[in-house]
């Protein structure tokens, strides 16, 4: 019975993420990333990209992380901003196995920096403009994609008094600007 809900679930999601724009795609991951956290199954933590706290160890290098998070093999993964996308992006079109944890998660930075091509379509989604944008605001100027201006994406950061409320502000956000994420800033960056 467990594989028929988890089957239904996985078509229900993929049905409903293929038949949407790119702009209505982000809205159900940003919406879904905000459904984990509360679920608790995604933690949001800053300068980690996806970690599953080993719980892949026992799994195929060919499993879909899709099936094994959705049946609760995975029961659950510590994230960052662009983690927590990265995840529910996969939890919507079953295109990431196990092997791409390295490939993928693991330096989901590196791939952005340099074009790599995302099996779950996650650079076609998301601009990476966006993704620099949403990186620097959740891990306050200091993750990957540092740089200029640091201190305007500290203060934005201060805002929120943790990782999960900043996750879920930036999530929030992407909600209301319909797909876009539009951080408020003091002044302009």
Not at 44 to 58: A, I
Not at 67 to 80: H, S, V
Not at 93 to 120: L, M, P, Q, W
Request: charged share 30%; aromatic share 10%; proline share 1%.
């Amino acid at each position: 019975m467990k594989t028929i809900n988890v089957k239904q679930e996985i078509d229900r999601r993929n049905k409903q993420f293929k038949g949407v724009s790119n702009a209505q795609k982000r809205v159900l991951i940003a919406k879904d990333v905000i459904e984990q956290i509360k679920a608790k199954r995604f933690i949001p933590e800053s300068g980690t990209w996806v970690d599953f706290n080993k719980q892949c160890d026992t799994l195929l290098e060919t499993d879909s992380i899709q099936e094994k998070f959705l049946d609760k093999t995975i029961k659950d993964c510590n994230c960052c901003a662009l983690g927590g996308l990265m995840m529910s992006c996969t939890l919507f079109n079953n295109r990431e196995t196990v092997s791409d944890i390295e490939e993928h998660f693991e330096a989901i930075g590196d791939n952005i920096d340099y074009g790599t091509k995302f099996h779950n379509k996650f650079d076609k989604i998301f601009s990476r403009s966006q993704l620099l944008l949403i990186e620097k605001c959740f891990e306050g100027g200091v993750g990957y994609f540092c740089g200029d201006n640091h201190c305007d994406f500290e203060i934005y950061r201060s805002q929120f008094k943790n990782a999960t409320a900043a996750l879920i502000g930036i999530m929030e956000n992407i909600i209301k600007n319909k797909g876009t994420f539009k951080p408020v800033f003091d002044k302009e960056i």
